[in-house]
C-alpha cells in the first residue's frame, strides 16, 4: 500500500531502490549541505554516502525504511528507522527539498512508529535537518562536534516523546510498511 503527499507516493523500500538511494544521499549533502557547512566538511560527510550493496544489507536488519516516489517512481526522499526508535538515514533530493515531500514521509514514519509502540523518536540532525525536526516537534538535546576524516564538523542529537497510540476497542491494525 502506498500513500499519497505532497506529490509524492509514500512505500516501503524495494531492492531497486538501492542505487538511486545511494545517489540521492550523496546529491542531498553535496548540494543541500553545502548550504550549511565547508567545503571540506561537506567533502568528508558526502565520503560517508552508503553503497547500494550497504543500503540493501542494513534494509535486512528489522528497520523500516520508505521511500517517497514521485509520478515515475523516482524516488525524492527515504528515511530508514530502526527498532529503537532512532532515525537513522533521512535525506530528500535537492530538487524536492521544501516541497512537502520529506514532511509527507515523516508523516508517514511517525504514525508507524506510534502502531509499533515505539515511545521515542531520536535522531542526529545535521544543520539543514535540525529546523526540519523542530518543526516535528522535537527537542535539540545537544550540539555533537566530531571529526570525519579529521574534519571537524557538528551535528544536533534531537528526540521526539511519542504518547501511547489510541487502539480504540479494536485492538492493533495491520501496517501496510510490515509487522
Known amino acids: 500500500m502506498a500513500r499519497a503527499g505532497a506529490a509524492a507516493r509514500i512505500r516501503g523500500y524495494e531492492d531497486r531502490d538501492a542505487e538511486p538511494l545511494a545517489r540521492l544521499y550523496r546529491r542531498s549533502v553535496e548540494e543541500i549541505g553545502a548550504r550549511h557547512y565547508a567545503a571540506s566538511q561537506v567533502e568528508a560527510w558526502a ?17 523500516v525504511r520508505l521511500v517517497a516516489v514521485d509520478a515515475s517512481v523516482r524516488p525524492l526522499a527515504f528515511v530508514d528507522l530502526e527498532p529503537d526508535g532512532h ?14 515531500v520529506v514532511s509527507a514521509l515523516y508523516e ?35 550540539r555533537r562536534e566530531f571529526e570525519v576524516a579529521g574534519v571537524p564538523i557538528h551535528n544536533y542529537a534531537v528526540e521526539k516523546l511519542l504518547p501511547a497510540p489510541d487502539r480504540g476497542a479494536t485492538g492493533p491494525t495491520a501496517s501496510p510498511w510490515g509487522p
Do not use: N
Open 47 to 63: 565520503a560517508l554516502a552508503p553503497s547500494p550493496a550497504r543500503l540493501r544489507e542494513l534494509a535486512g536488519d528489522g528497520r
Open 87 to 100: 532515525i537513522h538515514l533521512l535525506y530528500c533530493a535537492p530538487e524536492a527539498a521544501g516541497r512537502g
Open 108 to 142: 508517514v514514519l511517525e504514525s508507524l512508529a506510534r502502531e509499533r509502540g515505539i515511545a521515542r523518536l531520536f535522531a542526529e540532525a545535521s544543520e539543514a535537518a535540525r529546523g526540519f525536526f523542530t518543526r516535528q516537534g522535537f527537542a535539540v538535546t545537544a
